[in-house]
């Protein structure tokens, strides 16, 4: 996201305390003054120089000169004084020397912790701002550190922005999960099946003319007759290898008379006049037209 510069301070008369917003019932909780969580005046902020140069950040100049760089520092840095706003719109610096600030979107503010500068706690942060393009050489990387005029208040310029962090989710976040669902939701089949032509969800068969694979475990194709085979009331997976009594279906049943035994032709079609079933013959002649 992009970050706007301002040229004048921020007013009290802008913002609505905290305090107050919550000790009383809002007239709207879509308009209104945007609530001020926190705000620290004689803020120190600090950053590479190679990060900010171009006026990536209004706060500090282009001609800003380098701060003491502290032993075994790999980067140069530049520091500028600054007030905090933290707000439940936009995160507000604003640097009275430069007369200039920034208003930063929460989702730009990656990543946020406490950290030692120096001998003073301070908040460091990881912007990603972008330059206006869509591509990744149109988004800037900074690290930007700010030490508060007091130590106790590292942890709550920490607390507020996580608060108001929260209230601005990150949009792309959002999007990825809303995908991650939807693929969740999806029946996966093996093997490489064909779209149809004009409608969603629909494959083509195999190629030998058979159709997907059916459902894991299922022994066969589910459908609305026979779903209750297979699930409960519940939802829970009741058909072949569910768990009966500890263990899996079927595991230890003793199979019925006549299993594994191939049975005369003779014997079959004697079965068959039993059930009312005729022989091949007789099936074929009942199957037959009947012409006047």
């Known amino acids: 996201m992009i970050a706007t510069t301002i040229r004048t301070p921020p007013a009290a008369a802008d913002f609505v305390p905290l305090e107050e917003?919550?000790?009383?019932?809002p007239a709207s909780f879509v308009d209104g003054k945007p609530v001020l969580h926190l705000h620290l005046a004689g803020a120190t902020a600090s950053a590479p120089r190679e990060q900010v140069s171009g006026g990536a950040l209004a706060v500090f100049p282009r001609d800003l000169p380098a701060a003491a760089v502290e032993n075994g520092a790999e980067e140069e840095l530049v520091e500028q004084q600054v007030d905090?706003?933290?707000?439940?719109?936009?995160?507000?610096?604003?640097?009275p020397g430069a007369e200039a600030g920034v208003s930063i979107p929460y989702p730009s503010i990656s990543i946020h912790a406490?950290?030692?500068?120096?001998?003073?706690p301070a908040v460091w942060m990881q912007l990603?701002?972008?330059?206006?393009?869509s591509s990744d050489d149109d988004f800037r990387l900074i690290e930007l550190t700010i030490v508060?005029?007091?130590a106790d208040a590292a942890s709550k310029l920490y607390e507020a922005v996580a608060a108001c962090s929260n209230l601005h989710p990150d949009p792309a976040a959002d999007e990825d999960a809303d995908e991650d669902e939807d693929n969740n939701d999806r029946i996966v089949f093996e093997g490489e099946h064909e779209a149809l032509e004009?409608?969603?969800?629909?494959l083509r068969g195999a190629a030998d003319g058979g159709l997907p694979p059916p459902m894991p475990g299922s022994g066969g194709w589910i459908t609305?007759?026979?779903v209750g085979e297979y699930f409960d009331e519940e939802g829970n997976w009741i058909g072949p290898g569910a768990e009966v009594g500890g263990e899996e279906e079927g595991e230890g049943?003793?199979?019925g008379e006549g299993a594994g035994r191939t049975r005369a032709r003779d014997e079959v079609e004697a079965q068959d006049a039993v059930n009312g079933h005729g022989t091949e013959e007789e099936d074929a002649e009942s199957k037959r037209q009947r012409v006047e």
């Open 224 to 226: 609305a007759d026979n």
């Open 148 to 150: 508060p005029p007091a």
């Open 21 to 25: 917003y919550q000790s009383q019932t």
């Open 198 to 202: 004009g409608f969603s969800g629909v």
């Open 253 to 255: 049943a003793e199979l």
């Open 84 to 95: 905090v706003y933290v707000t439940s719109e936009t995160f507000i610096l604003y640097s």
């Open 128 to 133: 990603e701002l972008s330059d206006g393009g």
């Open 114 to 120: 406490i950290k030692q500068q120096g001998s003073a």
